[in-house]
């Protein structure tokens, strides 16, 4: 069976018609237009009026959940009118973050050679992050061992970085 692309309703693309050209949809005396900057108004359906406001509403109440949640927007323009993008992007160092990956996949590297109990401790300790104590806990050892074996698995891995 084919998958049809339906077009989108009418009242979408006037909808949308009307966003581009700027201005505000208004409502007076039930009658539903959009407000030109050249003071002209073309009217609409009550259907666009009230979909186009239920866009800006929900808009708004994301910009509202943003700023409560004290998440910053891409879009942000500083004083100088430039993105905040931009300046992320201009700030960016390419060099530093393959530097880093190529670190990252030596260690993980590393750490497959050493022995499955090894692994799974580094595990527990830098993904689960748990600590000795708890660790020691769950497999009924004592800390002391679960300390030992940290550090053997560490020595272990300064030696094998070192030959890399």
Do not use: H
């Amino acid at each position: 069976m084919l998958n049809r692309i339906r077009s989108p309703p009418s009242w979408f693309l006037e909808l949308i018609n009307f966003e581009n050209q700027g201005g505000i949809l208004m409502c007076k005396e039930n009658k539903y237009y959009l407000e030109l900057e050249d003071d002209s108004r073309e009217y609409v359906s009550e259907k666009i009026f009230k979909e186009y406001w239920k866009l800006v509403n929900r808009e708004n109440y994301l910009k509202k959940l943003d700023r409560k949640q004290k998440i910053l927007s891409l879009n942000l323009v500083d004083e100088d009118g430039k993105e905040f993008a931009e300046i992320l992007e201009s700030e960016i160092d390419v060099e530093k973050i393959v530097e880093t990956a190529e670190k990252i996949n030596t260690v993980k590297k590393a750490i497959r050679t050493l022995n499955p109990r090894e692994q799974e401790l580094i595990r527990k300790m830098f993904y689960d992050d748990l600590t000795e104590t708890e660790i020691a806990r769950l497999e009924g050892v004592s800390r002391k061992s679960v300390w030992e074996r940290r550090m053997r698995a560490f020595n272990k891995l300064r030696k094998i970085l070192k030959n890399l």
